[in-house]
């Protein structure tokens, strides 16, 4: 079993601007916005860094496209990059472009998004012992009844992840392909950062999470 990790952090992030110069985090690049007083994407890698512990996981891979060279001169080292030459074109574009290339040296990818901040390394963890227990299945997370990302897809999914287009992402396949799929919940999943309003909801939530972990 050889697990390459994706991470998708390619989008423009169009939603993501300030109506009024006095927004919080006015900057317009979403995967640079501050959480927990590190840009988003850091804060992510930071969740999946352990993962890289496990004797099966080769790699992690940020694949990048709009805003590249100021989103990659703050990743940590060790980071891979993958540029995206059509991220313009959407996130099924973007995603079959890093499947394709690394898909040689993989059996499974682990998909991440780089705007879902509220799932942990437990979650990410939690996916990976389930696909070795059943390395032939899809395993995706569950919110709310809807299978989503994080997602790990084995090898024989490769051919359709290359070929997703447009905005459909792993998603489209998730939907397809369900009754093949298992599955973990995760009650905060479906929660990503599109907006600025976003942004504080979650910078909000993970307060609320620090202090209940503070009085328990």
Not at 15 to 40: D, H, M, V, Y
Not at 96 to 106: L, N, P, R, T, Y
């Amino acid at each position: 079993m050889q697990v390459n990790i994706i991470l998708l952090g390619a989008g423009k992030g169009q939603r993501f601007q300030a109506s009024s110069p006095n927004e919080i985090g006015c900057g317009t690049i979403k995967q640079l916005a501050q959480i927990n007083g590190k840009p988003l994407i850091s804060y992510i890698v930071d969740k999946l860094q352990p993962l890289l512990s496990n004797p099966f996981v080769n790699n992690l891979y940020v694949t990048l496209g709009a805003n590249k060279n100021a989103i990659q001169a703050i990743l940590p080292q060790g980071v891979s990059v993958i540029a995206s030459q059509h991220w313009s074109e959407g996130m099924g574009h973007t995603l079959a472009e890093s499947v394709q290339s690394i898909k040689a040296q993989s059996s499974h990818v682990l998909i991440a998004l780089a705007d879902q901040a509220l799932i942990t390394t437990e979650h990410y963890q939690a996916l990976l012992d389930a696909s070795k227990s059943q390395p032939n299945k899809v395993i995706a997370t569950l919110c709310d009844d809807q299978l989503m990302a994080p997602a790990i897809f084995p090898e024989k999914y490769f051919p359709l992840l290359v070929k997703l287009q447009g905005d459909k992402g792993a998603g489209k396949l998730l939907l397809q392909h369900a009754k093949k799929a298992d599955a973990i919940s995760h009650e905060n999943a479906k929660v990503d950062i599109d907006t600025l309003s976003d942004l504080e909801q979650v910078r909000q939530d993970l307060q609320r999470s620090l202090v209940n972990e503070q009085l328990s």
